[in-house]
């Protein structure tokens, strides 16, 4: 935009008018342009572990790390293809590596996150416990309340659309919720016990996790656009 500005004062064409209106208008597409992309939602997405750090094993040996690693970059996809590239969307970790908790919130804070879920399968020593949960933070912020909404919206398409149990909207004090409340909204949302065979063989399948990673997205697109 500058570099057609300067072009504009430099240019010694006799007859400016004619090169000025197409010139305007391009310059006034590309503050739209601007505008749009300024308005892009950054959403962080948290994929679990990773590396030698493998989460929780499914009673059918798969890995929560994986799981959640796929998810995610489901997501990314779902957002390109679906939403249009409506959502400004990052991950934590993009490969099978271990990042530490800090770090997570680090990156979120500086790409000035609008919203931050971390993503988790669950685990349990009762093999009957099943169904999703979400985690919001404990400490008191300005965020406090929309991760409160953000995880109900999580909650309530993944329930409804998918058929799994609501265990509900919990606190804690998990140092990734902790250390983003003071600056976005965050959630940890545990989408279901890979210690229940009928759980831990519904991630095995590739497009049971695509409408995982779509029920994520529904929600964060619910949250986002009823945000007052
Ligand atoms: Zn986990």
């Known amino acids: 935009m500058l570099i057609t500005l ?37 959403i962080v997405i948290d994929p679990g572990h990773g590396g030698k750090d493998s989460g929780a094993i499914g009673v059918n040996y798969l890995q929560e790390k994986k799981v959640v690693l796929n998810i995610a970059m ?17 991950l934590t970790r993009y490969t099978d590596t271990l990042i530490s908790l800090s770090d997570r919130t680090k990156l979120a804070k500086a790409l000035n996150a609008d919203v931050f879920i971390s993503l988790h399968c669950n685990h349990a020593n009762n ?8 985690y919001v933070p404990n400490s008191n912020s300005r965020f406090t309340d929309g991760a409160i909404e953000l995880g109900l919206a999580v909650l ?9 149990k609501n265990r509900g909207d919990k606190i804690a004090n998990f140092q990734v919720l902790r250390e983003s409340n003071p600056y976005y909204p965050a959630v940890l949302f545990e989408m279901g016990f890979v210690t229940n065979k009928n759980e831990a063989d519904y991630f095995l399948k590739t497009n049971n996790r695509s409408a995982m990673a779509l029920v994520i997205l529904m929600g964060l697109y619910n949250f986002l656009n009823t945000e007052s």
């Open 156 to 164: 309530n398409e993944s329930t409804i659309n998918l058929g799994l």
């Open 74 to 90: 489901e997501i990314l996809s779902l957002n390109k293809t679906i939403f249009e590239n409506r959502f400004d969307i990052y």
């Open 127 to 134: 093999s009957s416990a099943k169904g999703v949960e979400v």
């Open 6 to 42: 300067k072009f504009l004062k430099w240019e010694p064409l006799r007859n400016v008018k004619l090169w000025l209106r197409p010139l305007q208008v391009f310059v006034i597409l590309m503050l739209q342009g601007c505008l749009v992309f300024a308005q892009r939602k950054v």
